[in-house]
């Protein structure tokens, strides 16, 4: 299985200031193809996950443009370049590339 | 908008078998660009993927879980179902049925797109 590691694991940030999540896989998520499955979803206190950010840098529907990705092959990096009271919860990043499914072990964002 | 919701017992004794539902509204569970999708979530803990399952029937699932968990889908319905058997208290958790998003315009996106609410199993005598 492909073990996603997050750092940190949890990230006080004042608001308006700008905060960055690092996700490392064990190995290359770069398939075959040349595509990369990684996801970054945010779960807010007493919700169900949603997707921020998919195949690395792709911004979801109605996410706000302070949420960027980036990165390639193992490396990969969440940024809000503004955080907002609203962006508090626990950040995931996710692989699809090969199967079984992994996410990382969360990131805390807490307001200072 | 598409909506899916779980449903199914809370609690479940140990070494019996745990069953739920996610029902489909909104939208059809047979359309070709999407898996079907069940994710845990152990208190105070991270995200774990039990399995998938496409409108055909085909399933992938997690190893850790495997010899125990089938996920069917019922298209008649719009509902795909989780049964994990011999569950113990480590099965206690929150379960949510997702969708995952395959391919858009001919471009494969393997991205869990829209979630359930979740429903806590408890598994206790």
């Known amino acids: 299985d492909i073990v996603m590691t997050q750092t940190p694991l949890s990230s006080p940030v004042t608001l308006g200031q700008p905060a960055s999540i690092s996700c490392r896989s064990s190995?290359?998520?770069?398939?075959?193809?040349?595509?990369?499955?990684l996801s970054w979803l945010q779960q807010r206190p007493g919700q169900p996950p949603r997707v921020l950010i998919y195949?690395?840098?792709n911004r979801f529907s109605g996410v706000p443009d302070r949420f960027s990705g980036s990165g390639a092959a193992t490396d990969f990096t969440l940024k809000i370049s503004r955080v907002e009271a609203e962006d508090v919860g626990v950040y995931y990043c996710?692989?699809?590339?090969?199967?079984?499914?992994?996410f990382g072990q969360g990131t805390r964002l807490e307001i200072k | 908008q598409v909506q899916l919701q779980e449903s199914g017992p809370g609690l479940v004794k140990p070494s019996e078998t745990l069953s739920l539902t996610c029902t489909v509204s909104?939208?059809?569970?047979?359309?070709?660009?999407?898996?079907w999708g069940w994710i845990r979530q152990s208190p105070g803990k991270g995200l774990e993927w039990i399995g998938s399952?496409?409108?055909?029937?085909?399933?992938y699932y997690n190893p850790t879980v495997k010899s125990r968990v089938t996920i069917s889908v019922d298209t008649s319905k719009n509902q795909f179902s989780l049964r994990l058997s011999s569950v113990s208290a480590a099965d206690t958790a929150v379960y949510y049925c997702?969708?995952?998003?395959?391919?858009?315009?001919?471009?494969?996106?393997?991205?869990?797109?829209?979630w359930g609410r979740g429903t806590l199993v408890t598994v206790s005598s």
């Open positions: 997702a969708r995952m998003r395959v391919i858009d315009y001919n471009d494969y996106q393997w991205y869990f797109d829209l």
């Open positions: 909104g939208g059809s569970i047979s359309s070709s660009s999407f898996y």
């Open positions: 399952i496409y409108y055909s029937g085909s399933t």
């Open positions: 190995q290359s998520l770069v398939d075959s193809e040349g595509n990369t499955y």
């Open positions: 195949k690395i840098s």
């Open positions: 996710m692989q699809a590339t090969q199967f079984p499914v992994t």
